[in-house]
């Protein structure tokens, strides 16, 4: 979208009862570093590689200016999600999207969710904690007329986070022509979110 970079969609910082969600960072890149590399099997088993595969520092500082850009510039947002105390957790990201897949933001009728939580951090509601805050920003943007989930359909524990929320399975599809990974497509408008707040807010 031409003049994207100028127009903030979203606060650069929002806080829950226990996190700090924010944009990622070069110099996350000595703190992230360790938490791809002990949760490699993991994270690796359900998130693309080029989001999450360990790597040299100077090539995953350089893939989070990466992430970095992509927010300044509305292509899409990746809240790196830190405990209060300044720990690596995981993401929380929103991607605009169209029925057809993920667009430019000025194209998109619709925004997705995506996420991912260190192995120790699983199963403490803080993915569902970081979803609610960021879908609670979502919700005030007019273009944005309801939210998808993708997970894969044999990971369990992703699929509980938009069951939690009130989203509903819409349709269970090949990843790609011809896969075996089967995805479940999980909807929800935003009225239909438990826990976000009436007027949206996060």
């Known amino acids: 979208m031409a003049g994207a970079a100028s127009v903030e969609v979203f ?13 990622w960072q070069a110099s996350d890149a000595d703190a992230l570093l360790p938490v791809l590399e002990a949760n490699r099997d993991w994270l690796l088993a359900w998130v693309p590689a080029r989001v999450v595969a360990p790597a040299p520092l100077p090539d995953l500082a350089a893939r989070l200016a990466g992430f970095a850009e992509d927010f300044d510039a509305n292509r899409n947002w990746r809240f790196g999600a830190f405990a209060l105390d300044g720990r690596v957790l995981g993401e929380a990201g929103l991607f605009p999207r169209r029925e057809t897949g993920r667009v430019e933001f000025a194209d998109a009728d619709r925004v997705e969710l995506g996420y991912w939580v260190r192995a120790d951090a699983a199963g403490q509601g803080l993915v569902t904690e970081a979803a609610r805050a960021v879908l609670g920003l979502a919700a005030r943007v007019p273009r944005f007329g309801c939210v998808e989930v993708w997970c894969d359909e044999r990971n369990t524990p992703s699929s509980g986070v938009p069951r939690r929320l009130g989203f509903r399975l819409q349709a269970t599809v090949s990843e790609t022509p011809g896969s075996p990974v089967r995805m479940q497509v999980w909807t929800a408008r935003f009225t239909e979110i438990q826990g976000l707040p009436a007027d949206g807010g996060g």
């Open 11 to 23: 606060p650069r910082r929002v806080t829950t009862p226990r996190l700090l969600l924010r944009p």
